[in-house]
């Protein structure tokens, strides 16, 4: 047959030949190209999710970016700040006070109130810009009203750049303020709504560590730039803050709209097209049903034509939890003196007895890195170990701190041992806030609300943050002259302690949970304790960090 032989072996023995085409040779080559199929098919699938992964942390990092305008202006704040104090936080030939403030002040001949004004306008602005922006991105979009902001930013910008006056500086400002203000507010709202479930909490604290960027930039350029001429340099240093809005022009093309939003349009096409694009793991079919399902109830409250804003002035007992969680986790944010700590830090540092400005620097950098670095471990943590333990190390880490630090002024004086533990619990307070309380804030307000509610609810729970970020720091100087510096921080250290207990009441872990699941968490609040990750879990995240 010229397939099968008959030989013999050497033995006397009679065996098999199989010829080249032999059906075996033909198994073993199917079984080889299917291994090679699914082999291959595996391969193709990890090259899948690696682009999802990368697809969806562009989106957060371009949708971060406005954030680090808030960060910008916040280091102008802390440059008046220091103006106040007669603190110089860089050694050049202009004096007192680092930042663009002192260029302006001398260039445009503005008063010392028309400069506590022109900085601390940028706060109550910026409130009044994420107010109004939860209602804008209900109607445009979360995607347009992230471009929405880069341009009203930019548009203030350029204007502040040019300047020719006081009034005219004024105008730029109020419109940067609308514009941050605006992109603060829909960062986490839109980040939250097109992660993935296992991803959401790293990707939603970017907004934070952007801010601290923002910081960061401000240091930069105000080495960078202090050496030219007063007319210039203030102007070249307020344009600088124009790139990262420039760049979210760039954005728009590669960045999606919200799932979530385009479901509330009845764009379901659309938001399925989207999910397959940031969804890994996660069965596209079931999550587009949950969403779906959610906005379907939102209709239905439509056609009773109940307003959001009625809804969230009257709300149901499960909103009512949601609100006292977001609201108040944004008010024990700033309330817990976090702002006052970093703005503050160089006249706590005088008062535990530094005289030397090299040293000054030196500590007032400290609390900076070290504020950074721990919201990058954070970001690692808060999918791993849930958000409610780093919570709890945070908040408890922020006590002690504070206590410390408030006991360390008011008894120990100007020695060494003082000044070494003023500058470790300025430093602990700020690493305990940034691996909790800073990002997990802005995820927590970002996850817990309902669809047709979470932007306008994520608006309000950032004018409170705002408004009580303002009282701290235009309280902080009048306390600390009325009860002494470490009076005050024993007054921030009783509020922390407050956040603990707060923390533990009101805040349930979302880790794992879809948005709409843990919309569901709030209907029965009894169930929290026996479903959720409690005080002896962050016992053990301490132990094995």
Request: charged letters at 15%.
């Amino acid at each position: 047959m010229g397939l099968v032989g008959v030989q013999e072996n050497g033995k006397g023995e009679m065996a098999l030949s199989l010829g080249n085409k032999s059906k075996y040779k033909r198994m073993d080559s199917e079984l080889s190209d299917e291994f090679d199929d699914e082999a291959s098919n595996h391969y193709n699938e990890l090259e899948r999710k690696k682009s999802i992964r990368k697809y969806v942390l562009a989106c957060a990092i371009f949708a971060s970016l406005n954030n680090v305008l808030l960060g910008y202006g916040k280091f102008f704040l802390f440059a008046l700040v220091a103006s106040k104090l007669r603190i110089s936080l860089i050694c050049t030939d202009v004096g007192v006070m680092s930042g663009a403030i002192i260029f302006i002040q001398e260039d445009l001949k503005i008063s010392e109130v028309q400069e506590e004004v022109l900085v601390g306008i940028l706060s109550i602005i910026s409130l009044l810009g994420s107010l109004a922006g939860g209602r804008t991105s209900d109607i445009i979009g979360r995607k347009w009203t992230i471009a929405f902001a880069a341009v009203i930013f930019q548009i203030g910008a350029a204007i502040m750049t040019f300047a020719p006056s006081f009034q005219i500086l004024m105008i730029g400002r109020v419109l940067a303020g609308v514009g941050i203000g605006f992109g603060v507010m829909i960062a986490p709202v839109y980040i939250a709504e097109i992660s993935p479930t296992v991803d959401r909490g790293s990707l939603t604290s970017f907004p934070e560590i952007f801010i601290n960027l923002g910081i960061l930039l401000g240091y930069v350029s105000n080495y960078a730039f202090s050496g030219l001429s007063v007319h210039i340099n203030w102007r070249v240093m307020l344009a600088v803050g124009i790139l990262p809005s420039v760049f979210i022009g760039f954005a728009l093309f590669i960045i999606p709209e919200s799932p979530r939003w385009l479901v509330m349009q009845n764009r379901v096409e659309d938001a399925r097209s989207v999910l397959l694009k940031t969804n890994e793991n996660e069965d596209v079919d079931e999550r587009l049903s949950e969403i779906v399902a959610a906005a379907g109830m939102s209709n239905g409250e439509k056609n009773e034509e109940k307003t959001v804003w009625r809804e969230l002035l009257s709300p149901s007992p499960p909103l009512r939890r949601m609100l006292i969680t977001g609201f108040g986790i944004q008010c024990f944010q700033q309330i817990t003196g976090i702002d006052a700590t970093v703005y503050y830090s160089p006249e706590i540092f005088k008062e535990a007895g530094i005289e030397n400005k090299s040293k000054l620097l030196a500590a007032t950098v400290a609390v900076g890195v070290t504020k950074t670095a721990f919201i990058l471990i954070a970001t690692f943590l808060v999918d791993r170990v849930g958000r409610k333990p780093l919570l709890y190390v945070s908040t408890i880490g922020m006590t002690v701190c504070l206590l410390t630090l408030s006991l360390t002024l008011g008894f120990l004086g100007h020695g060494q041992l003082g000044i070494a533990l003023a500058v470790l619990c300025v430093c602990g307070n700020v690493a305990f806030f940034s691996v909790g309380m800073g990002p997990i804030c802005w995820i927590l307000t970002s996850e817990i609300f309902p669809l047709r509610l979470r932007a306008q609810a994520s608006a309000l729970g950032a004018v409170g943050n705002r408004v009580c970020s303002g009282l701290v720091a235009m309280s902080f100087l009048s306390l600390s002259r009325t009860i002494t510096v470490g009076g005050t921080f024993f007054l921030f250290a009783l509020l922390s302690a407050l956040s603990v207990l707060f923390a533990y009441k009101c805040v349930p872990e979302t880790k794992g949970k879809s948005l709409e699941q843990i919309e569901l968490l709030f209907e029965n609040h009894n169930e929290w304790q026996g479903s959720e990750v409690e005080m002896g879990d962050s016992e053990h995240l301490v132990q094995k960090a």
